[in-house]
């Protein structure tokens, strides 16, 4: 909760990752995506992917473009 900020409660309803898998990755497919913190970010997605066996997200999206990087 100190890090993220989401409560329990807020998570609650929200839809787990395996039933949206190929929809998120039909939308990334090929996409410039912007992230801020873009290796912790891309990490944790590319652990849920790994979970269903499914290739890393780079090997989806064209390009990951991390705000931090460009701020520091």
Same mark, same amino acid.
């Given at each position: 909760?100190?890090?993220?900020?989401?409560?329990?409660?807020?998570?609650?309803?929200?839809?787990?990752? %395996?039933?949206?898998? +190929? *929809?998120?990755?039909?939308? $990334?497919?090929?996409?410039?995506?912007?992230? @801020?913190? &873009?290796?912790?970010? %891309?990490?944790?997605? +590319? *652990?849920?992917?790994?979970? $269903?066996?499914?290739?890393?997200?780079?090997? @989806?999206? &064209?390009?990951?473009?991390?705000?931090?990087?460009?701020?520091?």
């Amino acid at each position: 909760m100190k890090v993220h900020g989401l409560t329990e409660e807020f998570l609650a309803y929200k839809p787990l990752f %395996a039933p949206i898998a +190929d *929809e998120l990755m039909k939308y $990334l497919n090929a996409a410039q995506i912007n992230i @801020h913190n &873009a290796a912790v970010d %891309a990490g944790f997605l +590319d *652990e849920e992917l790994r979970r $269903l066996r499914r290739p890393k997200s780079v090997t @989806h999206v &064209a390009e990951i473009n991390d705000s931090l990087m460009r701020a520091r």
